[in-house]
Nanobody, 123 residues
């Protein structure tokens, strides 16, 4: 059974930082690209960041570029999202996803999804 478990969400003031983690099990982690997506109330699911199998390629959404950084540790079967300079508009449920894809920004290319972790940024 494939399982992706997000952690690290919480409440933070604007300008603060959080580090999200996604622990994967039940799959060959190093054979999957990993991505982070988010969904806020009243908004569609949107791409946040993605990383290739070995971490050689990354991509981030324009809205978070320069503030968020995705990384992975294949020895720990874990992908991270370092979020700096958080703003209220970053408030959302953040989801981790895994897929055998090079198209990191496209959610339909991902096969497995976690249940999400809430990030709330107060002004």
């Amino acid at each position: 059974q494939v399982q992706l478990v997000e952690s690290g969400g919480g409440l933070v003031q604007a300008g603060g930082s959080l580090r999200l983690s996604c622990s994967a099990s039940g799959l060959a982690f190093s054979s999957y690209a990993m991505g982070w997506f988010r969904q806020a109330p009243g908004k569609m699911r949107e791409f946040v960041a993605g990383i290739s199998l070995n971490g050689g390629s990354t991509d981030t959404a324009y809205s978070v570029k320069g503030r968020f950084t995705i990384s992975r540790d294949n020895n720990k079967n874990t992908v991270y999202l370092q979020m700096n300079s958080l703003q209220p508009e970053d408030t959302a449920v953040y989801y981790c996803a895994a897929g055998r894809t090079a198209y990191l920004r496209i959610p339909t290319r991902y096969e497995y999804w976690g249940q999400g972790t809430q990030v709330t940024v107060s002004s």
